[in-house]
């Protein structure tokens, strides 16, 4: 990354800075002289590109949003096939290098409720019924009584491995996200969607 002194990288520079603060801490708990010293400027350059640390909050939502924006519009443009087990969650991060904090930020803004994360999960939805009409017109899905709540129930298994990354890791032993537990994680849901979860019980004459 280039350094903050140059004035032509220092509004990204202050901007990715505040997005790991913000990831790390929460927007709320980080002061512009916090976001300053990290990036190396001075609270005053922090003020003068983004006239307050709303606006700087509102820039790094614009980015987050700007990330999932072209996840999805592949989505809508029919270049993400997730038929074979993969997740929404394992695309984004393979977009993203592996020290990201745009997950993490997403979790905050997902789970605190926040107005960005509200909108980040409506366009995601979006994109997810887009996805399953596909399938679902290829054969490769059932359509199902309820389409709608069809789709929300796959969205909520591909977010739970963002949402809680750390917790799966810790009782599975392996990363959900990294190739090993992906693959693990996607046999395993791949079984579930095809073959059911229920046993037949015990046979009665």
């Given at each position: 990354m280039c350094s903050a002194r140059d004035d032509r990288t220092a509004r990204a520079v202050i901007r990715d800075r505040a997005l790991e603060l913000f990831?790390?801490?929460g927007p709320a708990s980080v002061t512009v002289r916090q976001i300053a010293s990290a990036a190396e400027v001075s609270p005053g350059l922090v003020i003068?590109?983004?006239g307050s640390k709303d606006g700087l909050r509102a820039a790094v939502d614009d980015h987050v949003a700007s990330v999932f924006d072209g996840l999805f519009a592949g989505a809508a443009r029919g270049e993400l096939d997730l038929s074979d087990g993969a997740s929404m969650a394992e695309v984004l991060l393979a977009e993203l290098p592996p020290d990201s904090p745009v997950p993490a930020y997403l979790r905050r803004l997902l789970l605190s409720g926040d107005p960005a994360g509200t909108a980040v999960f409506r366009r995601w939805f979006a994109a997810s019924r887009a996805m399953t009409g596909k399938l679902v017109e290829r054969g490769v899905l059932a359509p199902g009584r309820d389409p709608e709540v069809r789709t929300a129930f796959l969205m909520v298994n591909d977010l739970v491995l963002l949402l809680l990354r750390d917790q799966l890791a810790d009782?599975?032993?392996v990363d959900p996200l990294a190739p090993e537990g992906a693959s693990r994680w996607a046999e395993e849901v791949l079984?579930?969607?095809?073959?059911?979860?229920?046993?037949?019980?015990?046979?009665?004459?």
């Open positions: 990831a790390a801490q003068h590109h983004f009782v599975l032993g079984s579930v969607y095809r073959d059911g979860l229920f046993g037949k019980g015990e046979e009665t004459s």
